[in-house]
């Protein structure tokens, strides 16, 4: 099957690390460039972070940098996220997503693994 | 980095009616844009890459225009199941995407 799927959400407390993980399968992995996208409780998407498919470029969104680290390995099909110093403002639904790239599948995203920063 | 400005944030119509929500890039992204649409509980679905191209299983009454800064999307003849949040998103460098805020279709 085509498909993304994330892991390694929780409930985790305020200043604390939590690492994602991201399974891909069905298509070829290190072709593409991929992306952490997060949307808080009723709220719109969030672009997190993307890599590209050497690793030679991650770049991140403001709200995160300098706490925030993606990674990928080919070898194992899978992306991660490694947050540090979570924010109760970090609270949300972390997507894993592939990039669009040239040819199908194009729109693929996992469903999602949850994120909550509280005490 | 690009920012993109989405509009409007929240749209009533009836079943029936033509729609168009706009997208604008601070900076050109020649035909790097993609529309979403989401509904409560589920990831988004991609609908239109590339400005214009329309994804496979996609109903043909969704399309896109535009290149540069300016975007949009129509839907020509609303649906039931079109009720949702539609999202604009530049994917200029393989590396950094941006989405615009989000547009509520709501019925009226």
């Known amino acids: 099957d085509v498909q993304l799927v994330e892991s390694g959400g929780g409930l985790v407390q305020p200043g604390r690390s939590l690492r994602l993980s991201c399974a891909a399968s069905g298509f070829r992995f290190d072709d593409y460039a991929m992306h952490w996208v997060r949307q808080a409780p009723g709220k719109g998407l969030e672009w997190v972070s993307g890599?590209?498919?050497?690793?030679?470029?991650?770049d991140y969104a403001d709200s995160v940098k300098g706490r925030f680290t993606i990674s990928r390995d080919n070898a194992k099909n899978s992306l991660y996220l490694q947050m540090n110093s979570l924010r109760p403002e970090d609270t949300a639904l972390y997507y894993c997503a592939k990039d669009i790239g040239e040819s199908p599948p194009r729109g693929l995203w996992g469903q999602g693994t949850l994120v909550t920063v509280s005490s | 980095d690009i920012q993109m400005t989405q509009s409007p944030s929240t749209l009533s119509a009836s079943v029936g009616d033509r729609v168009t929500i706009t997208c604008r890039a601070s900076q050109s992204i020649s035909s790097w844009l993609a529309w979403y649409q989401q509904t409560p509980g589920k990831a988004p679905k991609l609908l239109i890459y590339?400005?214009?191209s329309l994804e496979s299983g996609v109903p043909s009454r969704f399309s896109g225009s535009g290149s540069g800064t300016e975007f949009t999307l129509t839907i020509s003849s609303l649906q039931p199941d079109d009720f949702a949040t539609y999202y604009c998103q530049q994917y200029n460098t393989y590396s950094t995407w941006t989405f615009g805020q989000g547009t509520k279709v709501e019925i009226k």
């Open positions: 590339k400005a214009s």
């Open positions: 890599i590209t498919w050497n690793s030679n470029n991650r």
